[in-house]
């Protein structure tokens, strides 16, 4: 009998530690998502708040393709130490063999980003002890060599850029299904990396000036940096 109580109460402290976490989590969410020729990919991550949010207590953990158990990451990916996200900013997570305009701008390498159908999340707390706040793509399973994007649009051989009145994360099959969706599709090599998601700009009325954009079809880089 002891045991019985015992169980139940820290199933009913674990749940109402979570519910804590969800209330001190600041709304970080993907902002931009790039799966480009060669290693040209990265993740972009955005602040909404007023805050500045200490990436010390977030991951980015994945799967490679078909994770090894359903609906469990294989990788704990953390943050560089000490790195953090301003009011309105973003952090850019690049491979470390992007081209140099978007390493000029990155914040972080990490060398085994998407080819289309590794899911990522974005989680708060511990690697024993978190909450999922953001997907691109899921842990559920082998999605082949991509997922869909709002009927139509992929994760692979693409750009995803959020919708600018997206304010907060949410589940993949929500941000991704056609009826709720989320993001907008553009071809591959389209890259627009922005100090500040337009989002923010739409609701404070500010943006920071900092932003690269590739032309494919002039096959050359234009950018700013303010």
């Not at 290693?39 to 991550?45: A, F, H, P, T």
């Not at 990788?75 to 305009?101: L, M």
């Not at 399973?141 to 869909?148: N, T």
Request: proline fraction near 4%; glycine fraction near 8%.
């Amino acid at each position: 009998m002891k045991n019985k109580f015992r169980k139940l109460f820290l199933i009913a402290f674990a749940f109402l530690f979570n519910l804590s976490l969800v209330a001190q989590t600041p709304s970080l969410f993907f902002s931009e998502y790039a799966e480009g020729s060669s290693n040209n990919k990265y993740l972009e991550i955005y602040n909404p708040t007023t805050e500045v949010v200490d990436l010390g207590n977030y991951a980015f953990p994945s799967v490679s393709n078909a994770p090894t158990l359903s609906a469990e990451f294989e990788f704990w990916n953390t943050f560089e130490q000490g790195a953090s996200i301003s009011p309105g900013g973003v952090y850019v997570v690049a491979h470390g063999s992007a081209d140099p305009t978007i390493l000029a701008v990155a914040d972080q390498t990490h060398n085994y980003l998407s080819n289309g159908d590794d899911g990522y999340a974005l989680a708060y707390g511990t690697e024993d002890s978190y909450i999922y706040i953001d997907w691109i793509g899921d842990f559920n399973g082998d999605p082949g060599s991509e997922w869909d994007v709002c009927d139509g649009g992929s994760t692979k051989d693409a750009t995803l850029v959020r919708n600018c009145d997206v304010v907060s994360g949410s589940e993949w099959g929500i941000s991704s299904d056609s009826a709720s969706c989320e993001w907008a599709v553009f071809e591959q090599n389209y890259w627009k990396i922005n100090a500040s998601h337009d989002g923010y700009q739409k609701k404070y009325n500010t943006i920071h000036e900092r932003e690269i954009e590739f032309y494919p079809e002039q096959f050359k880089f234009i950018g700013t940096d303010k």
